[in-house]
Every structure is written in structure tokens, then in C-alpha cells.
């Protein structure tokens, strides 16, 4: 089950993500307040008529969590990515933390200073 954030006009929604389109999922309120009950709207979710949705390409998809508390990453985790930085292959797993202001939609533009 894919599980979205989205704007279809009328502010933030969450939806199920069928295909090429995205049905309300009827929940209220932010997707990281719904994770602790998951299981209980997966039955429902999951019966959900994708003839109902909205076309992706008609919404606006947003972060999943928009201002989550803490974000850590590991960086050069994968041989592309040490290729393209030019450095050598860590030892061990290099961590960074990122602001919350920097979570973004998916097609968002990114937003950098001057």
C-alpha cells in the first residue's frame, strides 16, 4: 500500500495511491498521527475504489511528515554516490543530522540561499 500526502485544493489530505491516481483515505489530521493505529484502517484502506481518486498528475504531493522531530542520515551509502563525491569508501557508516525545515515535497523546488 502506497501511502501519500497530497493537496487537491482544499489543503493537506492523505491518500492511498493506486496506479495513476490517489484516493482520500478519510483520515483527519497529520499521516504521522495515524502510524501508531495503522492496522486499524488497513482493511478499509485497502478496499478502497481506485475509480473514486483523483489523478496524480490533478494534486499537489506533499512530505509525508512536514515537520518530523529529529532527521538523521547516512551519507556515501551506496557506490554511486562515493563514486560521484570523489571520496573513498567510508569504514564505517557516516552520519548527519538535516534541519526540519528542510523536508520538502517530493516536486517541490528545493530552496537554497544565496
Given at each position: ?43 478499509r ?18 512530505a ?49 540561499p544565496?
Open positions: 500500500m502506497k501511502v501519500a500526502a497530497y493537496d487537491a485544493g482544499a489543503g493537506p489530505r492523505i491518500g492511498i495511491v493506486l496506479g495513476d491516481r490517489i484516493i482520500d483515505a478519510g483520515l483527519d489530521g497529520p499521516l504521522a498521527g495515524h502510524l501508531p493505529d495503522w492496522s486499524q484502517h488497513e482493511a484502506l485497502a478496499a478502497l475504489d481506485p475509480a473514486t481518486g483523483l489523478p496524480l498528475s490533478g494534486v499537489r504531493l506533499l509525508p511528515v512536514p515537520r518530523p522531530g529529529k532527521i538523521f542520515a547516512i551519507g556515501l551509502n551506496y557506490a554511486d554516490h562515493i563514486a560521484e563525491s570523489g571520496m573513498g569508501t567510508p569504514e564505517r557508516q557516516v552520519w548527519f543530522t538535516k534541519a526540519q525545515t528542510s523536508v520538502n515535497g517530493p516536486f517541490d523546488p528545493v530552496q537554497a544565496k
